[in-house]
């Protein structure tokens, strides 16, 4: 059974940081391309950053330079540092895989930027 489980979320204010940890177990970690999204109400999911079996990153453009994906194959294990958090990146995000033709969602962490 594939399951990913999100943690890290919380409130920090404008300028801050946070880092949001997904662990997947179910799959093989290290053929699979991890990535996260994100979602604020009645807004689509978006695409945050992704990172591929072979290390290839990509960046929503909102959020280059400012946030930084890694995996830990060890560990079945997929970070993303968020530094110069803005207002805007409020959200809940989700961490995603696609494993044998089906995509598969964490339960997602909150994000909340404010002072």
């Known amino acids: 059974q594939v399951q990913l489980v999100e943690s890290g979320g919380g409130l920090v204010q404008p300028g801050g940081s946070l880092r949001l940890s997904c662990a997947a177990s179910?799959?093989?970690?290290?053929?699979?391309?991890m990535d996260w999204y994100r979602q604020v109400p009645g807004k689509q999911r978006e695409l945050v950053a992704g990172?591929?079996?072979?290390?290839?990153?990509n960046y929503a453009n909102s959020v280059k330079g400012r946030f930084t994906i890694s995996r830990d194959n060890a560990k079945n294990m997929v970070h993303l540092q968020m530094n110069s958090l803005k207002p805007e990146d409020t959200a809940v995000y989700y961490c995603?895989?696609?494993?044998?033709?089906?995509?598969?969602w964490g339960q997602g962490t909150q994000v909340t930027v404010s002072s």
């Open positions: 995603h895989t696609e494993y044998l033709f089906r995509a598969y």
């Open positions: 990172v591929t079996s072979g290390g290839t990153i």
């Open positions: 179910g799959i093989t970690f290290s053929i699979n391309g």
